[in-house]
């Protein structure tokens, strides 16, 4: 297995394998931004922090 | 110097899988204690269904004082997901990953999705209720921010047990599919048994900011639960992911599943069954109070029972199916037990007994517990290797949906006939029974038309014992 060229240090991962892992952690910090920015729009209705 | 880098350099490559959440190898047989982490994920989804269904119904309604059709509606809103779960089953089947994964990403989604949903939901609550200055804000803030928020804890449920469903079945061979099927169920249970609680001593005394905590608690419970559920539990399939399977439309891979092994009549058979088990189950309660003059405390004994009842079904069913039962033979011992058990039912009313109540809710208890193990073992069983997401998919859709309209219908009927009979017209010798007693005979009549579906099944599931393996093979090979 190690004569993969494709191979990326230091997980062992190919480089497509380690990109598609990466755009899991993108999806979800997407999702994390998207809910953290409706919660905060909904906290802000009901007890206004910003004046 | 340069000695001590190449050092740790081998260091981290040698460890560094370790960390990522993959098995390394598909092992053949799943020690217990791994399918008992991998179960936890039926922990957080019984956890969703108490605290929307069960707490957040109460606390909306007496706390929030948002009025009860809305909240019903509310409520109801998860299920237009429900048939979407074939969707899903599907698309995890033929997922293009080059990981050579097809469950553990649809899972992923699915926590994010019921985690943003709880993240939300009491802030859309408290803007919908009209807490502090929400009250001013414009009505429709408030209920679409809660419409999302049921929304999306009720896709990520879906997704999060279609799926795990389908991978806790890929894990391991037929013979012990009684045993995982037995243990989701129990795990459902007892998530659900665990949360009422907790959440009934945790929101005992109640402020916005404890449903806040609450709430939100859940959401992390979830991510935790469901995360250390699927550590390391999907094995990387380098073949899958070097040559994807050719992409199935989904119409024609339901076609496929559909059109062999009685599928449409196992699903029918599920149907009636759950509508039959269900239909009652949030007027157990108000029947045991109003008509046999129950206290609260004995009614919610009479939910404890019921649950003891499904329990001793689901050990019951699984002992029978791993010494050789088969699954609708099992199925059909439930619904046998399940319509005279009904039967007492309306008995009891009659006889004003708890006692009689209390042994007539054992047993639909014990007809459910069997009914619904043998089903889906059935369900299982009858999916061809590489169609066991959309398999279940199905089953959850039409279990899902069935249960949700029984319910609803249930309750309708109890309502317009209570209503009738304030009139004059109903009544009789049942006095307030008579509100009832339709809905626990159309439970039994359901019943008796599920094992009348269930009859030819039987005969077919038995003849293809035979050709399964071969079938079998042949879609792995093509794989």
Do not use: C
């Amino acid at each position: 297995m190690s004569d993969d060229p494709n191979k990326v240090w230091p997980t062992g991962l190919t480089l497509k394998e380690a990109e598609e892992v990466h755009s899991y952690l993108i999806d979800g910090t997407r999702v994390f931004g998207v809910i953290a920015l409706i919660a905060h729009l909904l906290v802000a209705v009901s007890t206004p922090w910003l004046g | 110097m340069f000695e001590y880098r190449k050092f740790a350099l081998n260091k981290l490559a040698g460890i560094g899988t370790r960390f990522l959440p993959f098995a390394d190898v598909a092992s053949d047989d799943v020690p217990l204690s791994r399918l008992l982490r991998l179960s936890l994920f039926q922990v957080t989804v019984g956890m969703a269904l108490v605290l929307m269904v069960g707490t957040l119904n109460r606390v909306m309604i007496v706390e929030l004082n948002v009025p009860a059709t809305l909240v019903a509606g509310m409520l109801a809103l998860p299920l237009v997901f429900a048939p979407l779960r074939a969707i899903i089953g599907h698309r995890s089947d033929n997922f293009v990953s080059a990981l050579g994964w097809r469950r553990v990403p649809f899972i992923y989604k699915g926590t994010m999705l019921q985690f943003g949903g709880f993240a939300i939901m009491p802030f859309a609550l408290l803007v919908l209720s009209g807490f502090g200055e929400a009250i001013d804000a414009p009505r429709w803030i408030g209920l679409t921010s809660a419409a999302l928020a049921f929304l999306l804890v009720g896709a990520g449920v879906h997704t999060v047990q279609t799926v795990g469903l389908a991978l806790a079945t890929d894990l391991v061979p037929e013979r012990d599919h009684p045993k995982v099927v037995g243990l989701m169920y129990v795990m459902l249970l007892l998530g659900m048994i665990v949360s009422a609680f907790a959440y009934g001593a945790l929101l005992e005394n109640y402020s916005p900011g404890r449903l806040i905590q609450v709430i939100q608690g859940s959401a992390v419970v979830t991510v935790v639960l469901n995360g250390f559920a699927l550590w390391k539990q999907e094995a990387r399939n380098r073949m899958r992911a070097m040559a994807p399977p050719k992409q199935i439309a989904f119409g024609e891979a339901w076609q496929k599943l559909t059109e062999s092994r009685g599928m449409i009549t196992l699903l029918a058979v599920i149907a009636l069954g759950t509508a039959g088990f269900g239909m009652a189950d949030v007027l157990l309660e108000p029947f045991g109070g109003q008509v046999l003059g129950m206290t609260v405390a004995e009614t919610t004994r009479l939910t404890v029972v019921l649950a003891g009842g499904s329990l001793l079904g689901f050990g019951y069913a699984s002992g029978w199916l791993a010494q050789g039962a088969r699954p609708m033979d099992v199925a059909s011992i439930g619904a046998l037990i399940g319509i005279p058990a009904f039967g007492l039912i309306i008995f009891s009313a009659i006889h004003v007994s708890t006692l009689l109540l209390m042994v007539a809710t054992f047993g639909t208890g014990l007809g459910a517990g069997l009914f619904s193990h043998g089903t889906l073992t059935a369900t299982m069983r009858a999916a061809p290797r590489a169609q066991i997401g959309l398999a279940l998919g199905a089953w959850g859709a039409v279990q899902t949906t069935s249960a949700g309209v029984a319910i609803a219908m249930g309750g309708v009927i109890r309502d317009m006939i209570a209503q009738d009979m304030s009139g004059g017209t109903f009544g009789g010798v049942l006095g307030p029974a008579a509100a009832y007693v339709p809905v626990f005979g159309l439970q039994a009549a359901l019943l008796a038309l599920a094992l009348l579906v269930a009859l030819p099944l039987r005969k077919i599931v038995l003849g293809k014992r035979e050709t399964e393996t071969g079938l079998d093979r042949k879609i792995d090979l093509s794989i």
